[in-house]
């Protein structure tokens, strides 16, 4: 099997699917879409993950709670996704505990489209790869990372290239929020 990975410059797929929302005993789940995502005018960051019940990925979706509020104070909304189903993801959230109180929704692809449209299953087990997306308020993709199944990515890099993006400038490498970007 060969990935075509969707890649910057690509409209976003469109998509409905069930995110897991809380813990909460009958506020679980919420029919999330791109349209409503596209309605809000922000930007969307949408980071996934092979597998719940692992031991890499729950690393970094707590520290992307972490840095929920971080994605909140530059207009975006953040999305974790995998191809588990929202009961599982429930279940997950429920018996890990630094996942119990996330501030974002873990979307539920369990039919693999979006991910199969976005290019990014693996070819033998047909989870995902760890890949990010920063798609812009007009659904258009400004950037992908993708990293293999072991090995975990990095907030503060994201944050760093939402900034960067942010600008809207010329932004040289290592640069940061607050540095000088360069003049054309």
């Known amino acids: 099997m060969k990935n075509v990975i969707l890649s910057v410059g690509s409209e976003f797929p469109e998509f409905k699917k069930t995110a897991v929302v809380s813990i909460e005993k009958g506020k679980e789940f919420y029919e999330l879409s791109s349209e409503e995502l596209k309605a809000s005018g922000k930007w969307m960051v949408m980071f996934w993950w092979p597998k719940d019940f692992t031991f890499v990925c729950p690393t970094e979706i707590a520290e992307f709670n972490k840095h929920a509020q971080d994605f909140v104070d530059r207009d975006a909304i953040l999305i974790g996704a995998s191809t588990d ?12 505990e630094d996942l119990r109180d996330l501030k974002f929704p873990m979307l539920a692809d369990t039919s693999k ?8 299953l693996e070819a033998n087990e047909k989870v995902a790869y760890r890949a990010t ?21 990095s907030v503060k890099e994201v944050l760093r ?3 960067a993006l942010q600008t809207d400038e010329l ?14």
Do not use: M
């Open 161 to 163: 290239v939402l900034d």
């Open 85 to 96: 189903s929202e009961f599982v993801h429930a279940a997950w959230r429920r018996d890990h």
């Open 133 to 153: 997306y920063i798609v812009d308020p007009q659904g258009i993709v400004r950037w992908v990372s993708l990293y293999d199944l072991s090995v975990g990515r």
């Open 171 to 184: 932004c040289p490498c290592n640069w940061n929020k607050g540095e000088a970007t360069l003049a054309v």
């Open 113 to 120: 489209s979006l991910a199969d449209e976005l290019g990014i």
